[in-house]
C-alpha cells in the first residue's frame, strides 16, 4: 500500500478543502523528485508529450514559489482586543466594527489578494488535473 505524505502542511487540523490543493501538488512533487521522469521518458515524442512536460515543469515551479508566497492578511495590523469588543454587561459583549481607513484599506487589500490566490490556485489546480494521465514512468 501506498501512503502520501504531504509535506506542505504541519501537524495538525486543515479543512478538506484546503488539504486538497496540497495532496495534489504533493503527488506531482513525488513525481518529479522520486521517479525523475525528465530521466526516462521522450518529452520530445510528440506535441502531446511536449506540452505535457511544459506543463510538469511549470506547474512544479509555481508549487515551489507558492509555497514561499505572502500571507495576503501579513500586513493588515492587529486590532487590540479591547478595540473589537464592547462590554454590555457582565456576561455580554458587542463587535465593535473598525472604522480606520488605514485598517480598513489594509484589510481591502489583503482580500483582494486572498482572492488572487484563491483563482491561481484553482487554475493550477485544473492544468494538474488535465494532465494527470501523463503522470507515469
Not at 9 to 36: R, S, T, W
Request: hydrophobic share 35%; aromatic share 12%.
Amino acid at each position: 500500500m501506498k501512503r502520501l505524505e504531504i509535506h506542505s502542511v504541519e501537524k495538525g487540523y486543515l479543512d478538506p478543502c484546503d488539504l486538497m490543493i496540497h495532496a495534489m501538488f504533493q503527488i506531482l512533487v513525488d513525481y518529479v523528485e522520486k521517479e525523475n521522469p525528465f530521466k526516462y521518458i521522450d518529452w520530445d515524442y510528440d506535441e502531446q508529450h511536449k506540452h505535457s512536460a511544459s506543463e510538469i515543469k511549470s506547474l512544479y515551479k509555481w508549487w515551489k514559489e507558492r509555497l514561499v508566497r505572502k500571507d495576503p492578511y501579513e500586513d493588515v495590523p492587529d486590532r487590540p482586543m479591547e478595540d473589537m469588543f464592547k462590554k454590555i454587561s457582565e456576561n455580554l459583549v458587542q463587535f465593535v466594527p473598525c472604522e480606520d481607513p488605514e485598517y480598513l484599506e489594509a484589510l481591502d487589500k489583503a482580500g483582494e489578494l486572498e482572492e488572487q490566490y484563491d483563482r491561481e490556485d484553482k487554475e493550477n489546480m485544473h492544468r494538474l488535473v488535465e494532465i494527470y494521465g501523463c503522470l507515469w514512468t
